[in-house]
């Protein structure tokens, strides 16, 4: 099968669904494969030493949807080539207790699943244009600092941005 | 060249709307608009919004652009500053 | 909450009722905490190149439950003393595509879940006392060779066994 | 000693039952177990039992034993080989 049809990548408005690992796990699944690893980011009380009561998530989903994409293959082709990857983000203000982020990977092994997902993960969390507003219970709100992004092939940091 | 530059995060506080649209005349490449918006900025946001600025980065819908990178024919920028997704 | 109320560990007759990885993410979640991974274990269609029909797991069900629980307190202790535990495995005859293992493990940061989730998993593979024999499309089965068992404390390899 | 012992994965192909009962005078250990039961089973297993005995350990329900670890009061054991789980 194909590369390509062995990712799949969703940004899901909070407002229309939330997202459920099911779909995660459905989407890797493959009789080929002994191992799955799943990792789900779930929206916390606390922050920061701070009660947060929720996240609004605003995102630039076109580019968010590449961005998914190429850290699937990057992971796909680092772990096993023929691995499955699904990763899916939500937006929108989301509660304590929804979830923000599933990504699954499914290989053979249950190495390359652990590392495939592990990769996956950071590159959405690194590198995906996803930005957090924390709601705290006191009714501030704040920006997260978050990572300033640099284009891949950029050698001397901020020089390419 | 006329842009139109889509603000996410943090810059949403500082602008009435989701986009921005200039005209910015000469500018062709990713480093000659950076240095136009940030005159731009200077005017119109707060010290705040120009240290962002410095820390956030040029995009298409499809990639981030490097300084030498000539900007879309359609003009169309989104300014992405520092990310948290996850 | 006390450490052992933030474990569970489970063996399941596949003639009873399959693994659910939502009883393992609902076992975990917790608003206190931000990320959860999950690995799946599923019985795949080849196995040291020859086709495979199906597994047949074999376990010692009390021993079992117990090197689970200490699996994931020794998960718990070495990652993050407030992380949530869960692990079960199947047993029975399992199909291609059944769950054989699941394990969650829920802190309240990313790399404390990926580390304690795979910690687990490596001891209920390597110290749990469970055996697999692979049933093959031409009719014939095969007991895994494994890995010895070796007392928790003994210092010299098989001098404690 | 009146010992019971359960069987597990591979052990099941060599004997009839899940479980043996034997009675092994002056066995107090697990060390003497497995000396006395290797004997036993040199008399009634084939030679891939007994290369299969030495990768094995010793259980009770709650733990695996070391060598000189007095055999429980009930004697009920359990013989495990090299493990497969996962």
């Not at chain 1, 961005?67 to 203000?93: L, M, N, S, T, W």
């Not at chain 2, 996410?8 to 709307?17: E, K, L, M, Q, V």
């Not at chain 2, 300084?67 to 948290?84: E, F, H, I, W």
Request: aromatic share 8%; glycine share 6%.
């Amino acid at each position: 099968m194909p590369r390509e049809d062995r990712i799949a990548c969703h940004v899901v408005d909070i407002a229309d669904a939330a997202l459920d690992p099911r779909d995660a796990i459905a989407f890797v699944s493959d009789d080929a494969f002994g191992g799955i690893d799943v990792f789900i980011g779930r929206v916390r009380t606390r922050s920061q030493g701070r009660q947060c009561v929720g996240i609004h998530y605003d995102m630039f989903d076109p580019l968010a949807l590449a961005v998914f994409r190429r850290a699937a293959e990057a992971a796909i082709e680092a772990h096993d080539p023929q691995a499955r990857c699904y990763i899916a983000h939500a937006k929108g203000k989301l509660a304590v207790g929804d979830l923000a982020v599933v990504v699954a990977f499914a290989s053979a092994h249950r190495d390359a699943a652990f590392r495939g997902c592990r990769q996956a993960i950071e590159a959405v969390k690194y590198q995906a244009p996803i930005w957090k507003q924390e709601h705290f219970s006191d009714g501030a709100a704040a920006w997260s600092d978050g990572t300033p992004l640099v284009p891949a092939d950029a050698t001397t940091g901020r020089e390419g941005a | 060249m006329n842009i139109t530059l889509q603000l996410f995060g943090r810059f949403r506080d500082f602008a009435d709307a989701p986009e921005l649209h200039l005209d910015l005349p000469g500018v062709t490449t990713a480093a000659e608009f950076r240095a136009a918006f940030e005159a731009w900025a200077r005017a119109h946001w707060p010290d705040a919004a120009i240290a962002l600025l410095q820390a956030s980065a040029i995009a298409t819908d499809t990639t981030l652009l490097h300084a030498r990178t000539p900007l879309p024919a359609d003009g169309r920028l989104a300014l992405l500053p520092p990310v948290s997704g996850g």
